[in-house]
């Protein structure tokens, strides 16, 4: 199964709540956080919910 590295770039200060939310279901808390997950519509629907704020790569 495809693994995704999500990368947070840009602050969450200013965003709503929901999308506060959905990088910290994530595992991202600052700024350069790297998580690696699991490629799950889950997964996919919180990185598109957040996708101004994070940067996204397939590996392996």
Same mark, same amino acid.
């Given at each position: ?18 999308? @506060?939310?959905?990088? =910290? ?8 956080? $790297?998580? *690696?997950? %699991?490629? @799950?519509?889950?997964? =996919? ?8 704020? $994070?940067? *996204?790569? %397939?590996?392996?």
């Amino acid at each position: 199964m495809a693994r995704l590295k999500v990368t947070q770039v840009r602050s969450e200060i200013g965003t709503k709540q929901n999308q @506060r939310d959905s990088l =910290r279901s994530l595992g991202l808390k600052r700024i350069n956080d $790297v998580v *690696v997950k %699991e490629d @799950r519509p889950e997964i =996919r629907g919180m990185i598109f919910t957040v996708n101004h704020l $994070v940067k *996204v790569e %397939e590996v392996e």
